[in-house]
């Protein structure tokens, strides 16, 4: 059977737990017709480029499939109908990649980030000494 990788992007209002169960409801989708999901990143809350249908921003989806052209049309016919599902993408890959996307991998907790202070031409590396803490 071919590969695909589909993304799609669902509306800002909805919750995290919506845009998975959506995720679901197609991966129930594929697999009613004879294909797999093979794996499935959530990116989470994105800024879109431009508004889309009034939203600023959308959840974005990533699956990766397993799954005959005609499961893959099917889904992406749902896809069309549904209200929540601003823009989606579908393309035939030779291979489906076994690591993580670049957009998984870029995702960081709020921990591990730099924290800037605000101070103007101040670095993270700054130190603040005060005399009483030398003695």
Do not use: C
Not at 9 to 19: E, N, T
């Amino acid at each position: 059977m071919p590969f695909y990788e589909s993304v799609f992007i669902a509306r800002q209002d909805i919750s995290a737990s919506q845009a998975d169960a959506l995720a679901d409801d197609f991966s129930k989708s594929i697999e009613e017709n004879g294909g797999k999901v093979v794996s499935r990143e959530n990116w989470g809350l994105r800024t879109l480029a431009y508004r889309i249908k009034k939203n600023r921003k959308g959840h974005y989806v990533l699956l990766n499939i397993d799954a005959p052209a005609a499961a893959v049309q099917e889904m992406e016919r749902q896809m069309r109908l549904h209200e929540y599902i601003l823009r989606y993408l579908t393309l035939k890959v030779d291979e489906l990649a076994t690591e993580p996307s670049l957009m998984v991998q870029n995702l960081s907790p709020r921990d591990e980030r730099p924290r800037h202070n605000g101070a103007g031409g101040g670095g993270v590396n700054d130190k603040q000494t005060s005399q009483g803490d030398d003695q």
